[in-house]
């Protein structure tokens, strides 16, 4: 008797948790500010190759997206880097500087944003 139950309820929490997580993707959608031109560029980054967004390079890792009957929230999980870096005597770096990584959320902008004299960054959705 304890076996039929103990499969029933595996079977109900696999299904539950299969509905409710969320989905990858293999592309984000991503805005750009130009602050010193005032433009605005949305650009698609696939999830795992970089592309380059004015001096920045950028590097989505994971972009999910949850399911419908769920509250609407785009989260991409991304690295950003600044190719123009200079080391500490002015020349230009060999390497790329990090300067932002970790997830940011459609929903709000604000709450993990890069930080950048020249640029913005931003999440805005994902695409399969």
Known sequence: MKRPLAALLFSLAAAFTSTSSSA???AAVLRGLDKLTGHAKDFVAPV???VR????QV???SCEKAPPEETPEVSIYVEIRDLKAVDENGKPSKEK???FSGWMF???PARNALEHAVYDVWAIDCRA
């Open 97 to 99: 500087r990090l300067l």
């Open 106 to 108: 459609a929903s709000d």
């Open 53 to 56: 967004f004015g001096a920045l």
């Open 48 to 50: 795992g190759s970089p």
């Open 24 to 26: 990858a993707s293999s």
């Open 59 to 61: 590097l989505v890792r």
